[in-house]
């Protein structure tokens, strides 16, 4: 019987709520993500080995060697190695193997030693794949929690193609993303951006079939799934996609990689290392490698050590207390030159801050390349209440012909809706949003237009005359919502001004008790 997403998903958080008695909810993926990832390696290997055997048992003549060959050509994709060959405790790497040897001692070594060997056995794939592991130590872990994680695990049915899809195995996997989030504010909330904002970007740069797609600051990989996910979506094939991903922790790309594979995409390389320092991702030349779609969401207000001499610092060079302009030079220098465009969520500070960055605006909009600035609202994200927005950006060139000398402003900082811990953007937000990006014409300014958002397009003689100021509230407005605060101070002022004529007539009682007058005009 095929496995439900609810009964995958609440198996495995029993098996992460076994963690509690040990650290907290923000370091629980470093854990649960490898083993889970593990369990499904060990399990579809399994499955694949069974299907072997039972397709093969005539072949009993064949040598070691031989069989093995026959195995890994035609049924499996990966190996699962033996750990400590030819020593008494030779055992295969596998989930199943190390389980059975729960109640010994040593059990974080036996587990390191086999993530190591699939490691080592697959270079081509799983290099570095499971982070630094430092859960598989006994002060860090204790054997005995682990113990229990394990076995927690185990009752998750088997992780392998022929029991589960890879859309519920996936969607699982964004599942514990998202609750260990939730639950544990901004350390997990650094690597996970909210899917409805993923979405968002990725509607409104829309990849197509064999295109390139690259995320600078990928984190858990969420914007790179997302992009296969919406062309399936839109009758694609979104596995024709090759997706590119940098990040900066060894472990949160490891996360990254594991994700990928959770949900069947393989077409991928994720780098780790310093993008603005070190980008990975490079042509021949020694220049950034190009790619046709570009999407990020940068670290905030990241303290950086400015470039001296790159080619990337179109218009100048981002001041050393924010790296948030560094990033956009980056995603532009790495756009496509024939169709790339690129989205980047950023704080409104970017929009407006002057200086070095005003520098790099002027220089940005006077080159035609920004495309739109979309105002979101303000906490939607989990690790910062701020608001933010998206700045879309078209190669040289390259923009629609109704939107080449100027900037597209959508303001939809007022369609969300409260939820837990912060504001959410429903499936109509995002639809009204893309409709509004997509429109060939503008609301005016006001929200009279696409669903209560503000657009309009703004030529660049316009912005220029402000100093290249892209503050939102200076190009439109949200008319409704003006009105309802009108409102609402009204209200304010006349439950004030009653209050204060009350009192007043109670101090003049007082005063005309005592035989003081005169103050009653």
């Given at each position: 019987m095929a496995v439900t997403q609810q009964e995958i998903e609440n198996r495995l958080w029993d098996a992460a709520d076994e963690l509690r008695v040990a650290m907290a909810e923000a370091q629980y993926s470093s854990v649960v993500f490898p083993l889970m990832f593990w369990k499904y390696l060990s399990d579809t290997?399994?499955?694949?080995?069974?299907?072997?055997?039972?397709?093969?048992?005539?072949?009993?003549?064949?040598?070691?060697?031989?069989?093995?060959?026959i195995e890994y050509r035609d049924y499996q994709s990966f190996e699962i190695p033996f750990i400590h060959p030819g020593t008494i405790k030779e055992c295969r790497a596998s989930w199943s193997s190390i389980l059975s040897t729960i109640t010994q001692a040593g059990l974080g070594q036996r587990v390191r030693a086999s993530l190591q060997a699939i490691e080592t056995a697959n270079?081509?794939?799983?290099?570095?794949?499971?982070?630094?592991?430092?859960?598989?130590?006994?002060?860090?872990?204790?054997?005995?929690?682990?113990?229990?994680?394990?076995?927690?695990?185990?009752?998750?049915?088997?992780?392998?193609?022929?029991?589960?899809?890879?859309?519920?195995?996936?969607?699982?996997?964004?599942?514990?993303?998202?609750?260990?989030?939730?639950?544990?504010?901004?350390r997990a909330g650094q690597f996970f951006t909210p899917r409805e904002v993923v979405e968002l970007i990725v509607e409104v740069l829309d990849p197509k079939g064999h295109e390139s797609v690259y995320d600078p600051t990928c984190g858990s990989g969420g914007m790179l799934i997302a992009s296969a996910n919406l062309l399936k979506a839109h009758g694609g094939r979104g596995y024709t996609l090759s997706l590119y991903g940098q990040e900066a922790v060894s472990d949160t790309a490891g996360v990254a990689r594991m994700n990928l594979f959770m949900h069947?995409?393989?077409?991928?390389?994720?780098?780790?290392?310093?993008?603005?320092?070190?980008?990975?991702?490079?042509?021949?030349?020694?220049?950034?490698?190009?790619?046709?779609?570009?999407?990020?969401?940068?670290?905030?207000?990241?303290?950086?050590?400015?470039?001296?001499?790159?080619?990337?610092?179109?218009?100048?060079?981002?001041?050393?207390?924010?790296?948030?302009?560094?990033?956009?030079?980056?995603?532009?220098a790495s756009m496509d030159p024939k169709k790339g465009r690129a989205g980047v969520v950023l704080p409104h500070g970017v929009l407006f801050r002057r200086g070095?960055?005003?520098?790099?605006?002027?220089?940005?909009?006077?080159?035609?390349?920004?495309?739109?600035?979309?105002?979101?609202?303000?906490?939607?994200?989990?690790?910062?209440?701020?608001p933010t927005c998206?700045?879309?950006?078209?190669?040289?060139?390259?923009?629609?012909?109704?939107?080449?000398?100027?900037?597209?402003?959508?303001?939809?900082?007022?369609?969300?809706?409260?939820?837990?811990?912060?504001?959410?953007?429903?499936?109509?937000?995002?639809?009204?949003?893309?409709?509004?990006?997509?429109?060939?014409?503008?609301?005016?300014?006001?929200?009279?237009?696409?669903?209560?958002?503000?657009?309009?397009?703004?030529?660049?003689?316009?912005?220029?005359?402000?100093?290249?100021?892209?503050?939102?509230?200076?190009?439109?407005?949200?008319?409704?919502?003006?009105?309802?605060?009108?409102?609402?101070?009204?209200?304010?002022?006349?439950?004030?001004?009653a209050g204060r004529q009350k009192t007043e007539q109670h101090m003049l009682a007082v005063l005309t008790a005592a035989g003081i007058e005169g103050f009653d005009e």
């Open positions: 290997w399994e499955h694949q080995h069974q299907e072997f055997l039972a397709d093969n048992e005539g072949l009993d003549g064949l040598s070691v060697e031989e069989a093995h060959e270079p081509d794939k799983f290099s570095r794949l499971f982070g630094s592991m430092t859960w598989t130590r006994e002060e860090v872990l204790s054997g005995e929690v682990l113990a229990a994680v394990m076995q927690a695990m185990d009752r998750t049915p088997k992780m392998h193609e022929g029991n589960m899809s890879h859309d519920v195995l996936g969607g699982a996997y964004e599942y514990l993303l998202k609750r260990f989030s939730d639950g544990s504010g901004t069947n995409l393989t077409q991928f390389k994720v780098e780790v290392g310093d993008t603005l320092k070190d980008p990975r991702f490079k042509k021949p030349d020694g220049s950034v490698a190009q790619f046709d779609v570009i999407l990020a969401n940068p670290p905030y207000g990241l303290k950086w050590k400015p470039w001296s001499d790159d080619p990337r610092a179109l218009g100048g060079v981002a001041p050393q207390s924010s790296a948030d302009w560094a990033f956009v030079q980056h995603m532009i070095q960055e005003a520098a790099i605006r002027q220089r940005v909009l006077d080159d035609d390349l920004l495309e739109a600035v979309i105002g979101l609202p303000a906490n939607l994200f989990y690790s910062t209440s701020i998206i700045l879309v950006f078209r190669a040289p060139g390259t923009k629609p012909e109704e939107r080449r000398g100027g900037v597209l402003f959508i303001d939809a900082s007022k369609r969300f809706t409260k939820a837990k811990n912060r504001n959410v953007l429903t499936e109509a937000d995002i639809a009204d949003v893309v409709t509004a990006y997509h429109s060939s014409s503008d609301s005016g300014g006001t929200t009279d237009g696409h669903g209560g958002i503000a657009a309009r397009f703004v030529p660049t003689t316009e912005i220029a005359a402000t100093e290249y100021d892209l503050n939102i509230g200076r190009y439109v407005k949200q008319a409704a919502a003006e009105q309802e605060d009108l409102g609402t101070l009204i209200d304010a002022y006349n439950i004030a001004r």
